[in-house]
Nanobody
Framework: VQLQASGGGLVQSGGSLRLSCSAS????????MGWFRQAPGKEREFVAA????????YYADSVKGRFTISRDNAKNTVYLQMINLKPEDTALYYC???????????????????????????WGRGTLVTVSS
């Protein structure tokens, strides 16, 4: 599956942005989706994840209450709504896809799996979010 993230930009502290990640090439609804970010000089970190149906979501503690992940399977798109942005949210944001049927049978997402970047099969190019103080 090909992933294309968009929606990044420059915003002031306290502002909002909505990131989008469009998928093509495979059955989007078969994939659990995640957002990760990487700030300059830091390791990639988990931000949020959502299961294939959208019924389960997971968040990093640092964004809980400020970020909301959602998906529209009819549009093959996953979103990350970000409010009350802080300078420490500045990073390159990546979307990623994890095939829920990758082992041949359905595998439900778990909080641990959602946070592990190594389980994701496909990654998009990042979109840059810069939050000024």
């Amino acid at each position: 599956v090909q992933l294309q993230a968009s929606g990044g930009g420059l915003v002031q502290s306290g502002g909002s942005l909505r990131l989008s990640c469009s998928a093509s090439g495979r059955t989007f609804s078969n994939y659990d989706m995640g957002w990760f970010r990487q700030a300059p000089g830091k390791e990639r970190e988990f931000v949020a994840a959502i299961n294939r149906s959208g019924s389960s979501t997971y968040y990093a503690d640092s964004v809980k209450g400020r970020f909301t992940i959602s998906r529209d399977n009819a549009k093959n798109t996953v979103y990350l709504q970000m409010i009350n942005l802080k300078p420490e949210d500045t990073a390159l944001y990546y979307c990623a896809a994890d095939n829920a049927y990758g082992g041949g049978s359905y595998r439900a997402i778990s909080p641990t799996r959602a946070r592990d970047p190594d389980v994701y099969d496909y990654w998009g190019r990042g979109t840059l979010v810069t939050v000024s103080s």
